[in-house]
């Protein structure tokens, strides 16, 4: 399995900017998929979830209300569509998916614990 994130960039604050990522492989069975980030001297943090058949999403608190996670069931690709963007969001935003945590997903879906592969990550920066 691989995960190719795009769409990152530098963008000034209150831009937007529309992340991908695009899941091939052998993709047998999944429960969902995620954004995490970290910015420079911090820790990965959750983002954004979704499951699999695309009817549930959660979010951070801190993005709530301004991104959005979507997915393309018919091209394995997910997309987080980020609004009114703050110097704050500045960081690498990796893509990520769940291959072996079955149902117990829902449980983990806000943790690193709760995904089998990661993409190499894409850089945003946002200029104040």
């Known amino acids: 399995v691989q995960l190719v994130e795009s769409g990152g960039g530098l963008v000034q604050a209150g831009g937007s900017l529309r992340l991908s990522c695009a899941a091939s492989?052998?993709?047998?069975?999944?429960?969902?998929m995620g954004w995490f980030r970290q910015a420079p001297g911090k820790e990965r943090e959750f983002v954004a979830a979704i499951n699999w058949r695309g009817d549930r999403s959660y979010y951070a608190d801190s993005v709530k209300g301004r991104f959005s996670i979507s997915r393309d069931s018919s091209e394995s690709v997910i997309y987080l569509q980020m609004d009114s963007l703050k110097s704050e969001d500045t960081a690498i935003y990796y893509c990520?998916?769940?291959?072996?945590?079955?149902?117990?997903?829902?449980?983990?879906?806000?943790?690193?614990?709760?995904?089998?592969?990661w993409g190499q990550g894409t850089q945003v920066t946002v200029s104040s």
């Open positions: 492989g052998r993709i047998l069975s999944s429960y969902g």
């Open positions: 990520a998916l769940d291959r072996t945590h079955s149902i117990n997903w829902y449980n983990l879906y806000q943790s690193q614990e709760g995904y089998d592969y």
